[in-house]
């Protein structure tokens, strides 16, 4: 492992610290909510960034994913939120978030990921090339920014719509 990946990694922890930062204040019914347009909200983009990260750094490494399996299949490409997710719940996905990136530096350090799997799906979906662990965190970071921005869309129509909510009450 080189210094920029450990960069990229950190890169990765600050973008995460950031998404959650930004839906703090939110409630658990405004994380779960699907805007009129999505067919996701701002929790299954969380979920699914952390499951991508599973799949795309342990899984094609052939290595042991380090999340329990109940918080990666629900956020898996192509799914779209069926649950309802309690506050505890939420609360472990959040945590999960960081504390697997934790994980992912040390294991990138201590493990021997030689044998990846180059993703032609990604490649197929993406235009771009995902054949070593280094080109993975490459990957994670754009797959990042995208869900991230999701994120902040989404909590954007979430809060607008609970303000209008309350104007209406205060209305009446």
């Keep these: 492992m ?4 450990t960069d990229k990694i950190d890169t990765l922890r600050q ?58 299949s629900p956020f898996l490409p192509g799914t779209v939120p069926d649950v309802t997710w309690t506050a505890a ?10 504390s697997s990136l934790d994980a992912m530096q040390k294991d990138y350090w201590e493990k021997d990921f030689s044998h990846y799997i180059q993703s032609e799906n990604i490649e197929r979906l993406y ?3 995902v054949s070593t662990i280094d080109d993975a965190l490459d990957f994670l970071l754009f797959h990042e920014g995208y ?14 719509e609970k303000t209008a909510d309350e104007q209406t009450r205060q209305l009446l």
């Design 127 to 129: 235009g771009i090339k």
């Design 15 to 72: 973008f995460r610290s950031h998404w959650l930062q930004e839906i703090a204040l939110l409630s658990t019914d405004q994380l779960q909510q699907i805007p009129a347009g999505f067919n996701n909200n701002i929790l299954w983009n969380l979920g699914h960034l952390l499951a991508s990260m599973q799949l795309i750094f342990y899984k094609r490494a052939g290595l042991p994913l380090t999340v329990d399996e109940q918080f990666i």
């Design 89 to 98: 719940e939420i609360a472990t996905i959040q945590h999960l978030s960081v």
């Design 2 to 5: 080189n210094e920029m990946s």
């Design 147 to 160: 869900h991230g921005g999701r994120i902040i869309t989404i909590k954007k129509l979430v809060k607008d």
